[in-house]
Structures are given as structure tokens and as C-alpha cells.
């Protein structure tokens, strides 16, 4: 099966503590995006990336880190720097011509402990 | 920052009836997108209008864009309890191929 796979599905992070949450896709997509959504809200872009080695930050990147060493992959680390992480992540690809839609995968829920 | 934002914020309607849901956004666009979520799960693209055209339809979908207004509405005919789900629309600025995503419309079809 094509797809966006996240994992975990759980998260939990402890005070001071770097997470890491994976993402791989399968679809051949060139774009690979990360966003935050918090209860009740829209989606806020955290980082993309439009090719293999080549990544810029988003709307709120502070307190975020990501690589693209390989096309599939996109994982997005959180470190000690996010002092509010709580939050669901949803990882998204594209074919990245720019008039593409996004194919979500199914979202990490990340929480402090 | 927002782009888009949703009206709505919540909706409530009876199995069979009709639900629309407004989208307004601020500056010029190439395209405007139609997403829909349910509760804990990633979002599934719908429908995509570019700056050109006016209406389009999917099925039990009408999506409307009046780019004078910077307006998009997105009409779900003969709705089922399926239907129940928040819905987004998501803008592309004419500069930028970075989606941005309004805050959405949380949709309540009762059986």
C-alpha cells in the first residue's frame, strides 16, 4: 500500500528531553511537510522540505530540528527548546510541483510527562 | 499565521440536509483546497479549485471561489452521519507553495 506512515501513534516526552518522530512516505513525493495542530485548531507549519537535502522552516520552526537525508524521510525532532510540545503532529508529502494536494499520514499525539 | 479561516466554527445539521461552510482568506492565491478530519486522524484531501475557475463539483461536493472576495464556500448535499468530521480549506499564496490551513469548521451530522 502508498502511503504516509508516523510512528508512534504516542509520544511522551519527560522535562529537558529531546523526542524524535518518524515519518516515512512511500508515494515518491518530492515535498515533505511537518505541521502542529493544537485542540480545536488548524494546522501550523513547523518545516518543509521541497527536495533531498534542502529543507526551510515554517511558521513556528522555534524549537524544532529536521533532516532529509533520504527522499522517503522527514523525521522532525523536538528538543528541551519547545517549552510548550504538547501537541498532535501531522507529517504530509506532495509531488512538489507547487499545485499539489497533501497526503497526510495519521498523526503522532505528543505529550509531557 | 492564518491564511484561510473557516465559518462556521461548528455546525450542526439533521441526516439529509444540506451543510455549507465559508472560507475567507487574505491575500492572492493560486489554488484553494478542501480537507476533511476525523477526530485523531490526519486529514484526506477532498477537492482543489485553482484561481481560475469559479465552482466545481465531487460528488455530493460544490466547491465555490470568488477570488473578488476572497471567499470559498464548500456545500455537502443530502449529508450522512459519515459526514461528521472537521473540515479545512487551505491556501497556497501566489508566492509561496507552502499550504496554509484556516482554522477549520467542525461539522455534527445527527442520525
Known amino acids: 500500500d502508498g502511503g504516509i506512515t508516523q510512528s508512534p501513534k504516542y509520544l511522551f516526552r519527560k522535562e529537558g528531553q529531546n523526542v524524535t518522530l518518524s515519518c516515512e512516505q512511500n508515494?515518491?513525493?518530492?515535498?515533505m511537510y511537518w505541521y502542529r495542530q493544537d485542540p480545536g485548531q488548524g494546522l501550523r507549519l513547523i518545516y518543509y522540505?521541497?527536495?533531498?537535502?534542502?529543507?526551510q522552516k515554517g511558521d513556528i520552526a522555534e524549537g524544532y530540528s529536521v533532516s532529509r537525508e533520504k527522499k522517503e524521510s522527514f523525521p522532525l525532532t523536538v528538543t528541551s527548546a519547545q517549552k510548550n510540545p504538547t501537541a498532535f503532529y501531522l507529517c504530509?508529502?506532495?509531488?512538489?510541483?507547487?499545485?499539489?494536494?497533501?497526503?497526510f499520514g495519521s498523526g503522532t499525539q505528543l505529550s509531557v510527562l | 499565521s492564518q491564511q484561510g479561516e473557516e465559518d462556521p466554527q461548528a455546525l450542526s445539521i439533521q441526516e439529509g440536509e444540506n451543510a455549507t461552510m465559508n472560507c475567507s482568506y487574505k491575500?492572492?492565491?493560486?489554488?484553494l483546497q478542501w480537507y476533511r478530519q476525523n477526530s485523531g486522524r490526519g486529514l484526506v484531501h477532498l477537492i482543489l479549485?485553482?484561481?481560475?475557475?469559479r465552482e466545481k463539483h465531487s460528488g455530493r461536493l460544490r466547491v465555490t471561489l470568488d477570488t473578488s472576495k476572497k471567499s470559498s464556500s464548500l456545500l455537502i448535499t443530502a449529508s450522512r452521519a459519515a459526514d461528521t468530521a472537521s473540515y479545512f480549506c487551505?491556501?497556497?499564496?501566489?508566492?509561496?507553495?507552502?499550504?496554509?490551513f484556516g482554522s477549520g469548521t467542525r461539522l455534527l451530522v445527527r442520525p
Open positions: 479549485i485553482r484561481s481560475n475557475e
Open positions: 487551505a491556501t497556497d499564496a501566489a508566492s509561496s507553495y507552502k499550504l496554509i
Open positions: 508515494l515518491n513525493h518530492d515535498a
Open positions: 491575500t492572492s492565491i493560486n489554488n
Open positions: 504530509a508529502s506532495s509531488a512538489g510541483t507547487g499545485d499539489e494536494k497533501l497526503f
Open positions: 522540505s521541497q527536495i533531498v537535502n534542502d529543507f
